[in-house]
């Protein structure tokens, strides 16, 4: 045979592995910070749903704002019913993509910075957002991770006039992953 046709071969078959292998975990974390001089308030979610189908680069990902743990349980009172309203609108949902995907190679180990751009839904709104993103590849796992800013007035959420001191503008939040591959 024909070393051509056996290199072709090999590279269609590896092609063929990688088309729809999607990687996923349910214990992703998702975190915001808001700080003002008055106070600072911080919330982590550790059971966040992510799903990355690693041939098109869509990731999608999906938090019950009910799972949001705060240092005093009357924030994450206030956060459920006045702000995000969590039982009307009970999860914050990110549909998107790797722009790029010649910047991430995600059969070989390797550290990778590319962009990843789609719709945040977040109390009922939903936002386009572009954010710079690490994908750390090793091991059979894939660590993604992104910091970015969300205002609360893009997503509608109101803030009592008595409390715009002790709520930021703009909530800086981090989202962190380490999937593996998973399993039909």
Known sequence: ???????????VLSSFQ??????FTRNGHLGFFSKTNMEDIKASNESVTYIMDLSTGEINISALQTNFQF???LMQEHYNENYVESSKFPKAIFKGKIDDMSKVNFKMEGV????????????GV???????AVFKVG??????????????A??????????KNNIAESID????ADLTELKK
């Not at 045979?1 to 590279?11: A, D, H, Q």
């Not at 091991?139 to 609360?152: D, I, M, Q, R, W």
């Not at 893009?154 to 006039?161: G, Q, R, T």
């Open 126 to 132: 939903t936002k386009p957002y572009s954010v710079d």
């Open 173 to 176: 939040v981090n989202a962190k």
């Open 154 to 163: 893009d997503h509608n959420i109101k803030i009592e006039s008595s409390l």
């Open 18 to 23: 990688m088309m729809g292998q999607k990687f």
């Open 112 to 123: 990778y910075n590319a962009k990843v751009s789609g719709n945040l839904e977040i109390h």
């Open 1 to 11: 045979m024909n070393k051509s046709l056996i290199i072709f071969c090999i590279v």
């Open 71 to 73: 240092e005093k349980a």
């Open 139 to 152: 091991g059979g796992h894939v660590l993604a991770e992104t910091n970015f800013k969300v205002k609360c």
